[in-house]
Nanobody, 127 residues
Framework: VQLQAYGGGLVQAGGSLRLSCAAS????????IAWFRQAPGKEREDISC????????YYRDSVRGRFTISRDNAKYTVYLQMNSLKPEDTAVYYC?????????????????????WGQGTLVTVSS
């Protein structure tokens, strides 16, 4: 069972990146997928999540309207489209999977609920 997050990089403020979270060894169809991030010297924080059915996702207030989470179960991949990036978005971004499908619109994600984690991809936003 593996998750791999990729797509990070260096981008100027106002730019866009799309992160991908690819699953191998398990069927992504049955899992909620969440994105988290951890900036240098800060605690890990939740960003967004999407349930296995792709229903109403959750977004952290600071990214709502700029980030969009989506999933393509046929490709075993979840995406995080990040637009209007800001320097404060600089962090290592992680994706994680939860078989219990604990993702609810308007409810912050508890990282302890998530069983499987990818290795992280670095996003750096320059000012």
């Amino acid at each position: 069972v593996q998750l791999q997050a990729y797509g990070g990089g260096l981008v100027q403020a106002g730019g866009s990146l799309r992160l991908s979270c690819a699953a191998s060894g398990f069927n992504l169809d049955y899992y909620a997928i969440a994105w988290f991030r951890q900036a240098p010297g800060k605690e890990r924080e939740d960003i967004s999540c999407i349930g296995f059915s792709g229903g109403l996702p959750y977004y952290r207030d600071s990214v709502r309207g700029r980030f969009t989470i989506s999933r393509d179960n046929a490709k075993y991949t979840v995406y995080l489209q990040m637009n209007s990036l800001k320097p404060e978005d600089t962090a290592v971004y992680y994706c994680a999977a939860d078989l219990a499908n604990r993702c609810f619109s308007g409810v912050a994600v508890d990282d302890s609920d998530y069983d499987y984690w990818g290795q992280g991809t670095l996003v750096t936003v320059s000012s």
